[in-house]
């Protein structure tokens, strides 16, 4: 079948994230999202540390945007297999792993300096990105464990590292956060064009497409309201 005539199973696989497999990869229009979310929480605590901040967003970078995503496209070249039928699928989780594993020493660096209970976000993180991607256990492949993974374990360490606590705002927080990155997910599951109606994938699409403008602004703003 013609590419240009695919269905689409993936709301992002669209204009230039078709163009290359390791470029679509990176999932940047939800990368995004967990990056703002990243930032909500970082900016929400009752300190804020630009040095930690940017540690955060480069370990997440490596851990989960680079690391967890290539290895959910290696662990997944059936579904992927169509749009990129060069993909190299043992190369791309190379890359992945060794991302995970830059993420998981830049947890350990920072644990090191700021807080060694720091850790216990690392190895939770490192677990996630590595083992989320290829559906083990099966438990962590659901809707629960998405909202764990993406959603409340990040956004808890980054509101952590700040200020080095926790306490019922930064679990609040993280709670609200990982259930929004499930209703995030479900959105993106329906736009899939194999299995719902053309009018579920535009709706879909639309309602994709407000929650990372909402996603983007909230995040943007915070950031700029601690950096002046």
């Not at 005539?5 to 229009?29: A, H, Q, S, T």
């Not at 993420?103 to 644990?111: E, K, T």
């Not at 677990?127 to 659901?142: G, N, V």
Request: proline fraction near 4%.
């Amino acid at each position: 079948m013609p590419d240009s005539v695919l269905p689409l199973v993936e709301p992002d696989l669209v204009g230039i994230w078709r163009k290359n497999v390791w470029w679509f990869g990176l999932r940047w229009p939800f990368s995004m999202v967990l990056f703002s979310w990243v930032t909500v929480a970082s900016t929400l605590a009752p300190e804020f540390h630009l040095d930690r901040y940017l540690l955060t967003m480069l370990a997440g970078l490596f851990g989960l945007v680079v690391g967890a995503h290539y290895i959910d496209i290696a662990g997944s070249s059936d579904k992927y297999l169509p749009y990129f039928p060069k993909m190299n699928r043992a190369a791309i989780r190379a890359v992945g792993v060794v991302a995970v594993l830059v993420g998981v020493a830049i947890g350990i660096y920072m644990s090191l300096l700021y807080s060694i209970w720091f850790l216990t976000f690392v190895v939770l993180g490192g677990f996630f990105a590595l083992f989320y991607p290829i559906e083990r256990p099966k438990w962590l492949h659901t809707y629960a464990g998405f909202g764990v993974a993406w959603g409340f374990i990040p956004v808890l360490a980054s509101y952590y590292i700040q200020a080095l606590r926790i306490d019922l705002v930064g679990l609040g927080l993280a709670v609200f956060l990982g259930i929004t990155v499930v209703e995030m997910h479900h959105m993106a599951v329906l736009t899939n064009e194999k299995k719902y109606a053309t009018e579920t994938n535009k709706n879909a699409r639309l309602l994709l497409k407000i929650h990372r403008a909402a996603a983007y602004a909230i995040g943007l703003i915070l950031l700029i309201s601690r950096l002046i």
